[in-house]
């Protein structure tokens, strides 16, 4: 009885928030409606996984941008602008709070780009960072009838609060943790490939024009006809974004392993472990110029003798490299091929005969990064190329060296391996704004 009288509340309970919720979007939506207010143009832009930085050159972001860029010069050029608005969603993977801040950030980027790229006010600019989108990701799995246990996904969808609390007001459950254990996980698993990778990483923008100006004209067709409606429906919805008051990560199971940094490093230090296990301490440094180059400059040491066994183990190189970066995954996180020059002196002995002269070297190099963590990485490569080098030849003798000869030679070959310890650092956003200029 006390079960059916609590589920009797709850009903109530929820039918009343969503009337309330309905009455409140009724009421912000119906000035718009009666200036009869709709996007005029309107895109859809991607952004990595877990990254808040806007790279044009990602998926189709150029070609989408484009025409929507144009739209807003050509309007702010008539005056007609009356605002742009900027909705950045984001994926159940996550904390609540990594997603807001991160669809935050997103619209930060976007607006940022937008005003550098067209001129406009950034007060003309709108941001709403939407966090989760919920709505959206049931409307993805009713029309996709290859998601596993399709049916007992929308039940969770539809009758799971976002955050389940007992009496005392603790978290203890929720919508998310709720698909996680569904089924041992299989449809939580499907949609973290298949969907998830759409909802996390979209970005819609919408241009919308003063009343005169939509009267005067046509409007434009939307490049995306989702992108605008996407907030209205979520917001309609009466639960989902509006429920979620404060930031409870209530997850009994991780999410699948990801890169889950919002910031995109504009740095990286370098150690390269084949080198240190050679006992030869060295340090690289990294500057990621944009979401294509990046440039670095090594230096190695080492500076150990035995005066006593005339045995020298002494080297000093110093060099840079620079890189295009392909078939990426994200910023510092996937294949890339460069060029590399540098050059040192030596002195090696191993107490029979020495030789110390010095080298320089250029090369291709080939290699591929992967994060392990939110600011390390290991980076694996190797270089082809020519050395040069010119040294005189000694022998130890009754504590002096006898000089032999003077030569020269060269070598073509590997002249670099490389599998290094990465410490990524900085924010690329302070450093350029809003991606490509």
Request: proline share 4%.
């Amino acid at each position: 009885m006390n079960i059916y009288i609590m589920g009797q509340i709850h009903n109530y309970t929820k039918a009343l928030r969503l009337a309330l919720s309905g009455l409140l979007f009724g009421a912000l939506a119906f000035p718009a409606a009666v200036r009869g207010e709709s996007p005029v143009d309107s895109a859809k832009v991607y952004f990595p996984l877990g990254h808040r930085q806007y790279y044009p050159d990602y998926k189709d972001n150029d070609a989408a941008m484009g025409h929507f860029l144009r739209s807003v010069r050509e309007a702010d050029s008539a005056g007609a602008i009356d605002r742009v608005e900027v909705r950045a969603y984001a994926s159940p993977d996550g904390s609540n709070a990594a997603n807001e801040r991160l669809t935050a950030n997103r619209c930060r980027s976007i607006s940022d780009y937008i005003v550098s790229e067209t001129g406009i006010a950034p007060g003309l600019i709108d941001s709403h960072a939407e966090g989760i989108a919920w709505h959206e990701l049931r409307r993805m799995v009713a029309a996709d009838g290859a998601v596993p246990y399709q049916a007992e996904v929308l039940e969770v969808l539809d009758n799971i609060p976002v955050w389940v609390f007992d009496d005392a007001g603790a978290v203890v459950g929720g919508r998310k943790k709720a698909l996680m254990d569904l089924r041992g996980g299989v449809p939580y698993r499907w949609l973290y490939e298949h969907v998830f990778p759409v909802l996390r990483n979209a970005v819609a923008v919408s241009l919308y024009l003063k009343s005169e100006a939509v009267a005067a004209e046509q409007p434009v067709a939307a490049a995306d006809a989702t992108a605008g409606g996407e907030a209205a429906e979520t917001a309609g919805s009466g639960t989902d974004v509006r429920e979620v008051i404060a930031d409870h990560d209530a997850e009994a199971a991780p999410a699948p392993a990801t890169e889950q940094a919002d910031v995109v490093h504009a740095f990286a230090l370098k150690t390269n472990l084949i080198y240190d296990a050679l006992l030869c301490p060295n340090l690289a440094v990294e500057w990621r110029i944009n979401d294509k180059w990046s440039v670095a400059a090594e230096a190695d040491v080492a500076w150990w003798r035995n005066d006593g066994r005339h045995r020298y183990y002494q080297l000093m190189y110093i060099g840079g490299e620079g890189r295009y970066w392909f078939k990426t995954r994200g910023p510092w996180h996937g294949m890339y091929a460069g060029v590399m020059a540098g050059g040192g002196k030596y002195d090696l002995s191993g107490g029979h005969r020495g030789y110390k002269g010095e080298a320089g070297l250029a090369g291709l190099t080939y290699g591929y990064m992967f994060p392990v963590s939110k600011h390390l990485s290991f980076d694996a490569e190797i270089g082809l190329g020519y050395m040069y080098t010119e040294y005189k030849e000694y022998i130890p003798h009754d504590g002096h060296y006898l000089y032999q000869r003077t030569a020269r030679t060269g070598y073509f070959g590997p002249v670099k391996v490389q599998f290094s310890l990465v410490w990524r650092f900085g924010d690329s956003a302070r450093i350029w704004k809003g991606g490509r200029k």
